[in-house]
């Protein structure tokens, strides 16, 4: 891979979206959620199994943007089979590192997840970023529906108790 931060951007951000991990449905999850972001149009859904509090399955389908879907790929490669609270710790650290708060260097579970720290020059595409995590987040709290728009924004607002 490029040394080149912004090349490096673009080859897991196409690859993730070409052969996005975990794209699908599951059956009969014991949590799910609905994602949209009305300014893009971005519009997932996401399933996951927890069983003694750990991600066992975790799947996501719908129609989005390249950043959005690399996202959710990325963001649940990284989740499934962890313990639910550090999946809620990382929900907090990539929104914290996408929205500019932390830098990915303070992160110290970000990973990969690091190419998307140049996403928070991009104001518009943050959100796009954002939503699986937020998606997540609502799914860990039975909400069945979240948006990145009004009161549920998560640029305006931060997120709770994940």
């Not at 999946?87 to 996408?98: N, Q, R, S, T, Y």
Request: proline letters at 6%.
């Amino acid at each position: 891979m490029s040394a080149d931060p912004k090349a490096l951007y673009q080859e897991v951000i196409l690859d993730h979206n070409r052969k996005p991990r975990n794209y699908g449905e599951l059956a009969q999850p014991s949590h799910h959620a609905e994602g949209v972001n009305p300014l893009c149009g971005d519009h997932i859904h996401l399933a996951l199994d927890i069983q003694h509090d750990t991600i066992t399955r975790i799947a996501f389908h719908g129609e989005s943007c390249a950043i959005c879907k690399a996202s959710a790929s990325m963001m649940t490669t990284m989740v499934k089979g962890k313990h639910t609270d550090q999946a809620k710790a990382l929900i907090h650290e990539f929104v914290d590192m996408a929205t500019g708060r932390v830098a990915a260097e303070a992160s110290p579970h970000i990973g990969r997840l690091a190419v998307f720290s140049g996403i928070s020059a991009l104001p518009m595409r943050v959100k796009c970023a954002i939503l699986p995590w937020h998606t997540l987040q609502a799914a860990f709290h039975a909400e069945a529906r979240t948006s990145t728009e009004a009161d549920a924004d998560p640029m305006q607002t931060p997120l709770g108790d994940a």
